[in-house]
């Protein structure tokens, strides 16, 4: 069954640090990996994804991940983080054949910005 | 264009009542997939619905259910409410045009249900 291992439940940065956020996966075929971005009150948004091609991926708000095969790893970085960053972060993934639309997420990380 | 919308915002409901969700995808999609987030089991799919079919579901009991409209629209039902049952769901559209790739899902403000 997929699952997906979120390292560390609450992150802190202070403002303009790196922001790393963790995310490994199980599974037996290439997954379609994502990051999902919920603020308060909100539903999801999709912050980056990778389905196939180059395994560096660029999303919104200056956030990248990188897909490692090997590591079974899409581990989520920010450069500088800023106050607006502060929300909880899931990775989440689609095996195939589970379903196109069925997306397994990890427990989520909150992240803390201070300035 | 408009984005998902769910109906109502915030329910309370009390133990043993049922209760019904609804929400309307982006105009044009026709795959609808439901979410329940709770602080101890997070994120977990619930079903999806495309044209008027559920074609995917999750691990929950019958008391969960759901159905979908020709207008793609849908509502997820819960019967015989139980404490647990407090989360917020969440639905999520796509354009669901193929079971064979993966089609981008967009998620609503989801429904706060809060069961006494």
């Known amino acids: 069954a997929q699952s997906v291992t979120q390292l560390g439940s609450h992150v802190s940065v202070s403002e303009g640090a790196l922001v790393l956020l963790r995310c490994n996966y199980s599974s037996s075929v290439p997954p379609y990996l994502f990051w999902y971005v919920q603020y308060p009150n909100q539903g999801l948004q999709l912050l980056l994804k990778y389905t196939t091609g180059a395994t560096l991926v660029k999303g919104i708000n200056g956030f990248e991940a990188e897909f490692k095969k090997s590591e079974t790893s899409f581990h989520l970085t920010k450069p500088s983080a800023h106050m607006s960053d502060a929300a909880e972060y899931f990775c989440?993934?689609?095996?195939?054949?589970?379903?196109?639309?069925?997306?397994?997420f990890g427990a989520g990380t909150r992240l803390a910005v201070h300035p | 264009k408009a984005g998902v919308t769910q109906t109502p915002r915030y329910l309370i409901k009390t133990r043993g009542q049922q209760v019904t969700l609804s929400c309307s995808p982006i105009s044009g999609h026709r795959s609808v997939s439901w979410y329940q987030q709770t602080p101890g089991q997070g994120l977990q799919f619930l079903f999806e619905y495309f044209s008027e079919t559920q074609r995917n579901k999750g691990n929950f009991p019958g008391r969960f259910s759901g159905r979908q409209f020709s207008n793609s629209r849908s509502e997820m039902n819960v019967s015989t409410l139980e404490l647990g049952d407090s989360a917020l769901y969440l639905c999520?559209?796509?354009?669901?045009?193929?079971?064979?790739?993966?089609?981008?899902?967009?998620f609503g403000p989801g429904t706060r249900l809060t069961v006494l």
């Open positions: 999520a559209s796509s354009q669901g045009l193929a079971t064979s790739s993966y089609n981008e899902q967009f």
């Open positions: 989440a993934v689609i095996s195939p054949s589970g379903g196109y639309n069925k997306l397994i």
